[in-house]
Antibody, heavy 119, light 109 residues
Framework: QVQLQESGPGLLKPSETLSLTCGVTGDSISGSFWSWIRQPPGKGLEWIGYIHDSGHTNFNPSLKSRVIISLDTSKNQFSLKVTAVIPADTAVYYCARVRGGSASYFDLWGRGTLVTVSS | SYVLTQPPSVSVTPGKTTRITCGGN??????VYWYQQKPGQAPVLVIY???HRPSEIPDRFSGSNSGNTATLTISRVEAGDEADYYCQVWDSSSDHPYVFGTGTKVTVL
């Protein structure tokens, strides 16, 4: 059974860097696309970006200047960094596996981790 | 960027059928995906490629897509179907390719 698990600090101050890791078990991260999605409290879903083990990445234009997504095949995990966080970055952050011939949808999600940005 | 519009909420009686719409410009030309999100939980894929169900999803869930509207239909609604439902498309022409709908809260009365 494939499982994804997010981990990382839950509380940040404005201007700090958000760093999360998604550990994947039951599947190799090689050969697939992997994504980060977030959901502010009480609001909808927002795609952040994805990475493929070829190194190909794509990001939401609204976050592109602050986001880094990387992948570690030796640990079977991928990571998210968001620099210079602001309170509006407060959200539950999900990692997800991307599927489809065009990498078009998310078939498996982690349980999510709440990140709060507050002074 | 592409916009997907859903009704904020729908209410349904157990055993009845409910339909959740997802409106978008010529959405019938795109593939639509649906996710169910129960309170405090991660989203779960319930429909992919407009009308296909993952093996673990009951056949009470079905999808269709035509023109400017995609629809998720839940038949024989159960109390456990109470959740938020989000549609999603992949817009290949956009630099923001993954677009989610605004979400619909399904309340089982």
């Amino acid at each position: 059974q494939v499982q994804l698990q997010e981990s990382g600090p839950g509380l940040l101050k404005p201007s700090e860097t958000l760093s999360l890791t998604c550990g994947v078990t039951g599947d190799s991260i090689s050969g697939s696309f992997w994504s980060w999605i977030r959901q502010p409290p009480g609001k909808g879903l927002e795609w952040i970006g994805y990475i493929h083990d070829s190194g190909h990445t794509n990001f939401n234009p609204s976050l592109k200047s602050r986001v880094i997504i990387s992948l570690d095949t030796s640990k079977n995990q991928f990571s998210l960094k968001v620099t210079a966080v602001i309170p509006a970055d407060t959200a539950v952050y999900y990692c997800a596996r991307v599927r489809g011939g065009s990498a078009s949808y998310f078939d498996l999600w982690g349980r999510g981790t709440l990140v709060t940005v507050s002074s | 960027s592409y916009v997907l519009t859903q009704p904020p909420s729908v209410s349904v009686t157990p055993g009845k059928t409910t339909r959740i719409t997802c409106g978008g410009n010529n959405i019938g030309s795109k593939s639509v995906y649906w996710y169910q999100q129960k309170p405090g939980q991660a989203p779960v894929l319930v429909i992919y490629y407009d009308s296909h169900r993952p093996s673990e999803i009951p056949d009470r869930f079905s999808g269709s897509n035509s023109g400017n509207t995609a629809t998720l239909t839940i038949s024989r609604v159960e109390a456990g179907d109470e959740a938020d439902y989000y549609c999603q498309v992949w817009d290949s022409s956009s630099d923001h390719p993954y677009v989610f709908g605004t979400g619909t809260k399904v309340t089982v009365l």
